[in-house]
């Protein structure tokens, strides 16, 4: 997965691949691999729900005038 | 002695420098009497109380609240000696204050601005569903705005937060307001604007009435939710916004998805692929021994046909059987059959030879 994906992005990819577990593209012998796959991006999202943090500045402006 | 002798308006310019001196900006609270308006451009009225009434006057457009007769308020301004000699107080601002002053100047322009469809419905605008640079108006002080930012955090993230400091209650606020989202609408690229503020008294929100200020949350080209107050304080500036929260957090909630739902939901996903798997495998396995038991029915039906086939002959032949015929009295004739000729008569358990004496014809 892109570094640079953004985490809606990566939820996106991640609802794509576990759609494919219903689908009838489903084949037994893929399974574990694919699941071993979701299972990582959805570690990879969890991280980054980690890491989010809101950038807060308060603007100098004086809205006094 | 003579030094200090003036004309009449050089008088009056020395009284208004000394009133101006001591008194550049004063708050006075009263009652509103005698109001009018002339022209269209001139507002008269006398705040009072008991003992004194202070003849006021403005210029309508400053006039940022409906005022009538009876309404207690607060006006701010200097006093002045006219050139006609008269005293009078000029007012720059003023408010409506106590609850049933506010009430009533509340509903006056909520009507104005109904009837001029400033809070019509189809003029309100969807807030962007991935907000990533957001606006704030708020006192940074307050303990609405700590409560603002703490459920943002704790919801999501990745937001770039502008915030615009100012105060949120008084007679300056509206205008502060009002200037700080004409800064997000000229000099940002903030996607929405939040006006944050906590619950207090009428009097506190009074200043979410102002009338400038709610035509400026109508006409911003921004996307305006506020966040003023609790679930029942109702502002003027409320009904302005593009969205209404119930709370400063519930601006929060209604501008930020949940990250901690968002974790649930990818691992909810997840294990639901993986239940998916397990009932596969499950519905395969299931599909392979149908086949077995399905196989294993057929062999077992040819078998029992097999089976059926060779009791069937077993009967058969067990009809045909010599031994069965001579046990029912019948007898086996062998040899040559000719008068004077030996035969060989088989029964169920003699053997016997005789002799043949004659041979005709069975009738």
Redesign the interface.
């Known amino acids: 997965m892109s570094e640079n994906k953004t ?2 992005q990566k ?1 996106e990819d ?2 794509e691949k ?1 759609e494919w ?2 689908s009838d593209d ?1 084949k ?1 012998e893929e ?2 691999a694919k ?1 071993k796959d ?2 990582k991006m ?1 570690n990879e ?2 991280k980054d ?1 980690d ?9 100098a ?1 004086d ?2 005038k | 002695m003579e030094n200090n002798i003036f004309t009449p308006t050089d008088f009056a310019f020395a009284v208004n420098q000394t009133l101006d001196y001591a008194y550049s900006s004063i708050l006075i609270s009263g009652e509103v009497a005698s109001f009018k308006v002339n022209q269209g451009k001139w507002v008269f009225f006398d705040i009072k109380d008991e003992e004194t009434s202070v003849p006021c006057f403005m210029s309508f457009y400053q006039l940022r609240a409906p005022l009538e007769d009876g309404m207690k308020v607060v006006v701010r301004g200097t006093p002045k000696l006219t050139k006609w000699g008269k005293f009078s107080f000029t007012v720059n601002a003023v408010k409506p204050v106590g609850e049933g002053s506010i009430k009533k100047a509340f509903e006056l322009l909520k009507k104005k601005l109904t009837d001029e469809g400033l809070f019509d419905f189809d003029k309100k605008r969807i807030l962007p569903s ?1 907000i990533s640079r957001l606006g704030v108006i708020s006192s ?1 002080q307050a303990a609405g705005y700590a409560d603002f ?1 703490k459920i ?2 704790a919801r ?12 949120v209650q008084g007679i ?1 606020a509206p205008d ?2 009002i ?2 989202i004409k ?1 997000f609408n000229e000099h940002s690229e903030v996607q929405a604007i939040a006006i944050i503020r906590g619950g207090g008294s009428a009097d506190d929100l009074s200043c979410f009435n102002d009338e400038e200020l709610v035509r400026a949350i109508a006409a911003s080209k921004i996307p305006v939710i506020t966040g003023i107050g609790h679930e029942v304080d109702e502002s003027l500036a409320d009904l302005a916004a593009d969205v209404r929260a119930s709370t400063p957090s519930n601006a929060a909630e209604i501008l930020t998805p949940d ?1 901690n739902s ?2 649930t939901g ?2 909810l ?2 294990t ?3 239940t ?2 397990i009932s ?2 499950d519905a ?1 396995r299931d599909e392979i021994l149908d086949k077995i038991n399905s196989i294993f029915r057929e062999i077992k039906m040819s078998l029992e046909k097999i089976h059926n086939d060779i009791r069937q002959k077993i009967k058969l032949i067990e009809v045909l059987n010599p031994e069965k015929v001579l046990k029912q009295g019948y007898a086996i004739l062998s040899g040559k059959v000719s008068p004077g000729s030996i035969v060989k008569i088989t029964t169920y358990d003699k053997e016997i030879n005789a002799e043949v004496k004659e041979i005709y014809e069975r009738k």
């Open positions: 985490l809606n939820i991640l609802d576990i577990f219903y489903f037994l399974a574990t699941y979701v299972v959805a999202i969890d729900l890491e989010l943090k809101n950038e807060i500045e308060v603007l402006q809205f006094t | 991935d940074t930012i943002l955090n999501w993230g990745g937001i770039k937060v502008q915030v615009a400091h100012t105060q300056d502060q307001i200037r700080a800064y990250k968002m974790r990818v691992k996903s997840v639901r692929a993986g998916m798997v596969r495998i395969k």
